[in-house]
């Protein structure tokens, strides 16, 4: 079966949910194009999102990411993965929800923790206790990516195939999203 994908569909959740590889997976089921908001910012920037943190601080990098998240909704529909903070700006929100669907990639915290904890590529898990931060983090932000227009729980035995099958899953109860052809 074909699939038309009408509208964005943004992957939202904690850092080591598999934004980028369930969306890239999602993307080849449906045969569209994959967008990595912090890869397009890293390719603007000409510098890793670390290093923008470093240099720049949080709040210039959340400025240019949101800057990307919307120029990115104006394309084509596609599966759009975003950095973990993005979800949380009230505006990022609204604008995901008016021009695509927020998909959340629903990962418990054990699971979260056993995929970010042997990465030194997370700037903010560079403190002394990055699984108490980790622990914050995720009691901060759940409650905002519970806001998200689909969900899907993360197992920590699926693949990411298995964890992809189940976001266009979740997407066919979305005609205005996705489209039997």
Known sequence: ???????????VGMMGAGKTAVGKAVAQI??????DSDAEIEAAANMTIAEIFARDGEDFFR????QVIARLLEEAPA?????????????????????????????????LWSRVRHRDTRPLLK??????TLRQLYETRVPIYALSDLSVKAQANYS??????????????????????
Request: proline share 4%; glycine share 8%.
């Open 30 to 35: 449906l045969g569209v194009g994959f967008r």
């Open 63 to 66: 400025l240019k990411e949101r």
């Open 1 to 11: 079966m074909g699939w038309k994908l009408r509208k964005s569909v943004v992957m």
């Open 160 to 181: 990411v195939h298995d964890m992809a099958e189940k976001v266009v899953e979740a997407l066919t109860a979305r005609p205005d999203v996705l489209e039997a052809r």
């Open 79 to 111: 599966i759009l993965s975003t950095g973990g903070g993005a979800y949380m700006a009230e505006d990022n929100r609204a604008l995901i929800s008016s021009r695509g669907v927020a998909v959340w990639l629903d990962a418990d915290l054990d699971l």
């Open 127 to 132: 403190t002394p206790d990055p699984r108490a």
